[in-house]
T-cell receptor, first 111, second 110 residues
Framework: SQTIHQWPATLVQPVGSPLSLECTVE??????LYWYRQAAGRGLQLLFY??????ISSEVPQNLSASRPQDRQFILSSKKLLLSDSGFYLC??????????FGQGTRLTVV | RKEVEQDPGPFNVPEGATVAFNCTYS??????FFWYRQDCRKEPKLLMS???SGNEDGRFTAQLNRASQYISLLIRDSKLSDSATYLC???????????FGIGTKLQVIP
């Protein structure tokens, strides 16, 4: 069966520090991969999605970036965090016409 | 026009009431449709898929109207535990992304 792992679950980082969140999927090949952010009390905001290795589409311009170095690995990064980067970050994967499956999320607080 | 549109609510309903949510989508080529439930501070989880023929799971009924490009979710006999945000989701298929609506917040009141 397919599983998705996302870590860490919570993270507190100072303003200006770098960020790296990792997500891996098991049990499927060539998934579509997604990074979402959700501010408190708000809807899901799609940040990046990827349909293959090295293929990244950015939905919202910001100081975040994403990479997909391997088929089932998706990484969200920032060189310098801002206070406004605080939020709940969710990684997800989907198949060709399937639903999306989410990781458990990372709650990031930038202080 | 947004790809997937939902009324964000909140919908405040008494226990035992029937409540319905609608969602519209803009791309007529959309392939598959889903309703998700998201509890506070948790990841969204699949509630049910939505088929053209309609489908039912206990107190929940989902329907798809391709001609009018909307999907619906009906919850009968609402329970306190149904309080959550319900997200409408559309998959365009192939190398297209899955798109989520903003979600409709439901609060079931004792």
């Amino acid at each position: 069966s397919q599983t998705i792992h996302q870590w860490p679950a919570t993270l507190v980082q100072p303003v200006g520090s770098p960020l790296s969140l990792e997500c891996t999927v098991e049990g499927t090949s060539n998934p579509n991969l997604y990074w979402y952010r959700q501010a408190a009390g708000r809807g899901l905001q799609l940040l990046f999605y990827s349909v293959g290795i090295g293929q990244i589409s950015s939905e919202v311009p910001q100081n975040l970036s994403a990479s997909r170095p391997q088929d089932r690995q998706f990484i969200l990064s920032s060189k310098k965090l801002l206070l406004s980067d605080s939020g709940f970050y969710l990684c997800a994967w989907s198949g060709v016409v399937t639903e999306a499956f989410f990781g458990q999320g990372t709650r990031l607080t930038v202080v | 026009r947004k790809e997937v549109e939902q009324d964000p609510g909140p919908f405040n309903v008494p226990e035992g009431a029937t409540v319905a949510f609608n969602c519209t989508y803009s791309n007529s080529a959309s392939q598959s449709f889903f309703w998700y439930r998201q509890d506070c501070r948790k990841e969204p989880k699949l509630l049910m898929s939505v088929y053209s023929s309609g489908n039912e799971d206990g107190r929940f009924t989902a329907q798809l109207n391709r001609a009018s490009q909307y999907i619906s979710l009906l919850i009968r006999d609402s329970k306190l535990s149904d309080s959550a945000t319900y997200l409408c989701v559309v998959n365009l298929g192939g190398y297209q992304k899955v798109t989520f609506g903003i979600g409709t917040k439901l609060q079931v009141i004792p």
